[in-house]
């Protein structure tokens, strides 16, 4: 449908809306001034971001299994923070910090290229859709094209025994589009982690129909070309 004609339809429908009010005793002004088109909503279904929507979903469920005291959050999508603050204490940090007031909700300041946090400390930590980003000079950082490797080298050092991490990228053929974002093989992370044991990849293809598959195969994740990939590590105490 044509901007042109969305525009015809929604100026008819509040014509037709105005002599429906008319007759009755308004509860609400009507008023011109007030109009706010939304010409786009009127799809057959709602559309949505499936590797936002996806993996956010992926993260929380296995947090609802592992329930730690403190969980620690390097810039994710802000509300997935949000929501599992309803049930596990949060501590959210970004480059550009969110100034969020919520209970069982802490907002900070971080440098995820030198982490405030010691050497094996961290119990449960994620980091979903962020390196990816790092070093490219999107949000304001300092350009750096092993900005990714060294992000990972700190969530690397501050993951303790028994700890788990939660890390997503997007994957598929390996390449760089500046300055959005990288995209991996599955065989980089893997290698980009060592050290720590995989306990669980699950993948967002990229048309998004098969939804968030479980456990899936790193054969399937390479076929992609924007995938969204969801690695489950923890270090083996």
Not at 16 to 41: H, M, N, V
Not at 126 to 131: A, D, G, I, P, Y
């Amino acid at each position: 449908m044509s901007g042109f004609f969305r525009l015809f339809s929604f100026l008819k429908e509040f014509s037709q809306f105005r002599r429906i009010e008319k007759p009755r005793s308004p509860r609400f002004p009507l008023r011109w001034t007030d109009l706010y088109p939304c010409l786009r909503d009127r799809t057959a279904s709602s559309h949505f971001d499936h590797h936002y929507v996806y993996h956010t979903s992926w993260a929380a469920r296995i947090l609802a299994q592992t329930m730690p005291e403190l969980h620690i959050d390097f810039a994710s999508d802000l509300r997935f923070a949000t929501i599992i603050s309803a049930f596990i204490r949060v501590q959210y940090y970004d480059y550009r910090p969110a100034q969020i007031n919520l209970h069982n909700l802490s907002s900070h300041y971080v440098d995820i290229l030198s982490l405030p946090f010691a050497t094996g400390s961290a119990r449960s930590v994620s980091c979903m859709h962020v390196v990816e980003h790092i070093g490219l000079g999107r949000y304001g950082e300092s350009l750096d094209y092993d900005g990714d490797l060294k992000a990972i080298g700190e969530l690397k050092r501050i993951l303790g025994n028994d700890g788990n991490l939660l890390f997503v990228v997007p994957v598929g053929e390996p390449r760089i589009k500046f300055n959005a974002h990288r995209i991996y093989s599955y065989e980089q992370i893997i290698d980009y982690f060592s050290g720590l044991e995989l306990k669980e990849f699950s993948l967002i293809p990229d048309n998004g129909q098969n939804g968030l598959i479980r456990k899936a195969s790193p054969m399937i994740a390479n076929e992609q070309k924007y995938g969204c990939g969801c690695f489950w590590f923890t270090r083996v105490g």
